[in-house]
């Protein structure tokens, strides 16, 4: 059975080939969508190729509603999209596919049932389909070269959906294995560390430029933001060629 989530339809208008009907479910799913209604597909369903292209997506596939008709696949709905690269002169609303996700996601938690049709292969929707729309998605291409197949339309719009609805990180600021960042102190012991040593070394010369010098280092610590073990290892490193300077 479909999840329990509350989402959009995904209205497959007049599909031509099946493997695109798998790719358009494999995107889906990639994104937690899992609805999908197919009006009129002209290969017939099911559809072999569609189950071998879906990777793994074959539920939703098995899951899917079949229409002879979009009017029957509108038929509950109380609001649709309709994706098409040309606006076409209709006197309704065009949305990118982030402001329509973002205006789906709002109607979908108030309660409505909400739909987008993506058109088949070769030409798109055609008017008549796109009357039956309360709004449209275009995305923004190369004007130069505009065409999108089906799996990669319903790609985007199943991305967007899942940035407004999903928990996505945009910026991850996990220290990742190595562990703890490092404290204020250990960075201060850390330039205490390099100052020392490299005065011993006769790096910050002539005197006059000494203290620029030194505060370019702790500004280079202060920019490499540090974990524990980052600092551990460059301690080390100083340690380790004075030893090594020692020996020589």
């Not at 609303?93 to 982030?98: A, G, L, M, W």
């Not at 987008?116 to 009357?131: H, K, M, S, Y």
């Not at 005197?207 to 600092?231: F, H, I, Y």
Request: include cysteine; charge should be negative.
């Amino acid at each position: 059975m479909p999840s329990d989530k509350a989402q959009p339809e995904i209205v497959l208008v007049r599909p031509q080939m099946g493997e695109n009907i798998g790719a358009a479910a494999r995107a889906m799913w990639n994104f937690g969508l899992d609805r999908m209604r197919i009006v009129d597909p002209r290969d017939g369903w099911p559809n072999s190729r569609a189950v071998a292209m879906s990777s793994g997506a074959g539920r939703l596939l098995d899951e899917a509603q079949l229409y002879s008709d979009l009017p029957g696949a509108l038929a509950d709905r109380t609001y649709v999209f309709a994706t098409t690269a040309r606006t076409r002169e209709m006197t309704k609303p065009v949305f990118s596919p982030e402001r329509a996700m973002q205006l789906a996601a709002e109607k979908v938690a108030a309660g409505e049932k909400v739909a987008v049709l993506f058109g088949p292969e070769r030409a798109g929707l055609e008017n008549e389909d796109i009357a039956r729309a309360n709004a449209i998605i275009t995305v923004p291409v190369n004007p130069e070269y505009a065409s999108l197949n089906l799996g990669q339309c319903v790609l985007l719009v199943a991305y967007e959906w899942m940035r407004q609805t999903g928990d996505v990180m945009h910026v991850s600021d996990d220290p990742g294995p190595k562990g703890d960042w490092a404290t204020g102190l250990e960075i201060e012991k850390l330039a205490e560390h390099y100052e020392e040593r490299l005065t011993e070394a006769g790096f910050f010369f002539p005197e006059t430029k000494a203290e620029g010098m030194k505060q370019n280092l702790r500004n280079l610590w202060s920019r490499m933001r540090m974990t524990r073990a980052d600092v551990q290892m460059l301690h080390g490193i100083m340690r380790q060629m004075v030893r090594w300077k020692d020996r020589g």
